[in-house]
């Protein structure tokens, strides 16, 4: 079954605590991406991937990094959270950059 | 103005009705255009793609206004199950990114 895989589903950490959130797909996608949302803002883009080891900025990438090492994994590294970083993380893959995406099931974090 | 723009609703139809939702983008050179489908504390999901001047699928109808840069969602015969919020996607094939309007809640009553 074609699925893109996220982890945790939802976490709770304190500010300063180094936490990564995985990205797993098994479609051999070249594209994947890290949003978050925010109620009022909307869905924004933090970092993307157009294919291994080439990364780049999104909208709102302060506070964050990324890696692509396997085609098929990108996880989203947060050195410091802070309380500004509480939202719903959602990863997303696509074939192509203009092709439609699928959406992970989310992450919610939660920074106290 | 905004890149993606969207009436961000409610709209509360009752159940068997025809809605309609448009939305507004900036750049004139986008070439592709998504809705995707969300509910709530959900991930979106893919529900119609246009790349040239519509798309059909059910109950469900995309239409492209390139002249006035406006991308509609049709949705006839609602269905209490419609109820989420409707997101319209433009990527931006230059930077990769997709930018997302902040989404239209549709409510379907019974």
């Known amino acids: 079954e074609a699925q893109v895989t996220q982890n945790p589903r939802y976490l709770i950490t304190v500010t300063g605590k180094k936490l990564t959130v995985t990205c797993s797909q098994n479609m051999n996608h070249e594209y994947m991406s890290w949003y978050r949302q925010d109620p009022g803002l909307g869905l924004r883009q933090i970092y993307y991937?157009?294919?291994?080891?080439?990364?780049d900025k999104g909208d709102v990438p302060e506070g964050y990094k990324v890696s692509r090492k396997e085609k098929r994994n990108f996880p989203l590294i947060l050195e410091s959270p802070s309380p500004n970083q509480t939202s719903l993380y959602f990863c997303?893959?696509?074939?192509?950059?203009?092709?439609?995406?699928?959406f992970g099931s989310g992450t919610r974090l939660t920074v106290v | 103005r905004k890149e993606v723009e969207q009436d961000p609703g409610p709209f509360n139809v009752p159940e068997g009705a025809t809605v309609a939702f448009n939305c507004t983008y900036s750049n004139s050179a986008s070439q592709s255009f998504f809705w995707y489908r969300q509910d709530c504390r959900k991930e979106p999901k893919l529900l119609m793609s246009v790349y040239s001047s519509g798309n059909e699928d059910g109950r469900f109808t995309a239409q492209l206004n390139r002249a006035s840069q406006y991308i509609s969602l049709l949705i006839r015969d609602s269905k209490l199950s419609d109820s989420a919020t409707y997101l319209c996607?433009?990527?931006?094939?230059?930077?990769?990114?997709?930018?997302f309007g902040t989404g239209t809640l549709l409510a379907v009553q019974p």
């Open positions: 996607v433009v990527p931006m094939v230059a930077t990769n990114k997709l930018i």
């Open positions: 991937s157009m294919n291994v080891e080439v990364t």
């Open positions: 997303a893959t696509s074939p192509q950059g203009d092709y439609g995406y699928t």
